[in-house]
C-alpha cells in the first residue's frame, strides 16, 4: 500500500476494471470526450459503454479491485469541508478532467487486515446501487487506516442541516419528502435485502433539484459488524427501533420505525422524546434507550396535524414491528398523495427556504 501524509495526499488509487484499461491523455475527442474501449469520461461523469449496450451506458461504478489499471485520488482537488461525523470528515471535492463534484467521505478507521477485506467487499455491493432515491457510491479505498468513499454530491447537505435552517417542515413538502424515502427504502428492502440501520436526517441528503436521497446505507452494516474495531464510531441511537435497543431480531421494519421518528421530528421541529426536566438534552443515553422500551410511542399531535398525518406517523411508529407498515404499504397511505394538487415544488422550497444551498 502507498504511504501517504492527508487524506488527499494519501495515494489512494482509485481502480478501474479491466475492461476499462485507460490512456486518458489520448482519447479526447471535439465534444470534450475521452473514449477507449469501453470507458467514456465527459462532463457529466464517467461511464461505461458495454460495447453490446451502446445507447444506456450506466455510470460507472468502479470496483475495488487489486489489479494496477488505477486512477490517482490526485485526479480530483479538494475544494472544502463540508461535514464532519463521528466517524470522520465530508470533502467536495472536483474532478480535474471532468469538472464534475463529489463528495469524499474519510472515516478513520485502524482495522486488521481481515477486517479491512470485509470492508472492501462490503462496499463493493454498496457501489452496484441504480436507483435516483439512493446516493450513488462510485468507489471506495482502504489506505492508511481510513476508508474513504467517493459520493455523488448533494448540494443542499443533509435534511438535519436544512431543518436547523428551517425549525420545522410544512405537512405538503413532508409528504414530498416521504415519497422519495420510501422509494429509496423500497429499493434497499426490497430490491437488495439492505437493512439501513441508522435512517437520520443527517443520513438523508437534498439537492436543488428538490431531491432527497437516502446515503450511508452500506456504512452503518459495515459499522455494525465491525463495532469492536471501529475505535472511533460513536453512532447515534436516537432514531433505533425498541426491538433493536432489546437487542432481539431486527428487519426492515426496523427502519420504518426511525422514519416515523424522522417525520414527527421534522414536522415538529423537535425530537419525539423529550428529556427529563431538568436536563438540557439527553445526557443518559440509557434514559432515553427505556423510554423508547418501555413508554407508549411517540404521536403527532391531532390539533396541529392533519389526521392523515397522524395516522400515517402512528403507522410507522408501531412499537410491535410486525404492526408496524413496510415502506410498500406505507405508499398506499392517503397521506402521501392529499396534497397532489397543490404541485408541491421541492426544488424551490430547498433553494428559498432557510440558507441558500451551496452554490459551485
Ligand atoms: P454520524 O457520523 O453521526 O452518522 P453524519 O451522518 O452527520 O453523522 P457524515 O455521514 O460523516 O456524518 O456526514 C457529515 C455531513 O456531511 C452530513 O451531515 C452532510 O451535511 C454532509 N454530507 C455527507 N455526505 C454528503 C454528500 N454526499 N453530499 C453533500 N454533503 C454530504
Ligand atoms: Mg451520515
Given amino acids: 500500500m502507498m504511504k501517504g501524509k492527508g487524506a488527499l495526499n494519501a495515494n489512494l488509487k482509485l481502480s478501474l476494471p479491466p475492461s476499462a484499461e485507460i490512456s486518458f491523455a489520448k482519447f479526447l475527442t471535439e465534444s470534450g470526450t475521452f473514449k477507449d474501449g469501453d470507458l467514456l469520461v465527459n462532463k457529466d461523469g464517467l461511464r461505461i459503454v458495454s460495447q453490446s449496450e451502446p445507447e444506456a451506458p450506466p455510470l ?14 490526485e485526479d480530483f482537488d479538494a475544494i472544502k469541508v463540508i461535514g464532519k461525523g463521528n466517524g470522520g470528515i465530508v470533502q467536495l471535492v472536483q474532478h480535474k ?11 478513520q478507521m485502524n482495522i486488521e487486515e481481515s477486517a479491512r477485506k470485509q470492508i472492501a467487499k462490503e462496499l463493493k455491493i454498496n457501489q452496484s446501487s ?6 450513488v457510491c462510485y468507489q471506495s479505498f482502504y489506505t492508511n487506516g481510513a476508508i474513504s468513499i467517493i459520493l455523488e454530491y448533494m448540494d443542499g447537505g443533509s435534511l438535519a442541516d436544512f431543518l436547523k435552517n428551517v425549525k420545522s417542515i410544512p405537512e405538503h413538502y413532508l409528504a ?3 415519497k422519495q424515502v420510501l422509494n429509496g427504502l423500497m429499493y434497499l428492502h426490497h430490491e437488495r435485502h439492505i437493512i439501513h440501520r441508522d435512517l437520520k436526517p443527517s443520513n438523508l441528503l437534498i439537492n436543488h433539484r428538490g431531491e432527497v436521497k437516502i446515503t450511508d446505507f452500506g456504512v ?20 433505533m427501533s425498541p426491538e433493536r435497543i432489546i437487542g432481539g431480531n431486527y428487519g426492515n421494519k426496523s427502519d420504518i420505525w426511525s422514519l416515523g ?13 423529550s428529556p427529563p426536566e431538568q436536563a438540557e438534552g439527553w445526557t443518559n443515553f440509557y434514559e432515553l434507550m427505556e423510554q423508547i422500551v418501555e413508554q407508549p410511542p411517540p404521536w403527532a399531535p391531532s390539533e396541529q396535524f392533519s389526521p392523515e398525518f397522524c395516522s400515517f406517523i402512528s403507522a410507522c411508529l408501531k412499537k410491535d414491528p410486525k404492526e408496524r407498515k413496510s415502506a410498500h404499504e406505507l405508499l398506499a397511505l392517503p397521506f402521501l398523495n392529499m396534497y397532489d394538487d397543490l404541485d408541491v415544488d421541492l426544488s424551490s422550497y430547498f433553494n428559498n427556504a432557510g440558507s441558500p444551498l451551496a452554490t459551485l
Fill in 60 to 73: 460507472i461504478k468502479p470496483s475495488v479491485t487489486d489489479n494496477d489499471n488505477q486512477l490517482s485520488i
Fill in 97 to 107: 478532467w471532468t469538472g464534475q463534484f463529489f463528495a469524499l467521505k474519510i472515516i
Fill in 130 to 135: 441504480q436507483c435516483p432515491y439512493v446516493v
Fill in 176 to 178: 414530498a419528502i416521504c
Fill in 220 to 239: 452503518s452494516a459495515i459499522m455494525t459488524s465491525t463495532q469492536g474495531l471501529a475505535n472511533t464510531f460513536v453512532g447515534t441511537y436516537n432514531y
Fill in 261 to 273: 421518528l424522522v417525520l414527527l421530528e421534522c414536522a415538529t421541529g423537535q425530537f419525539p422524546y
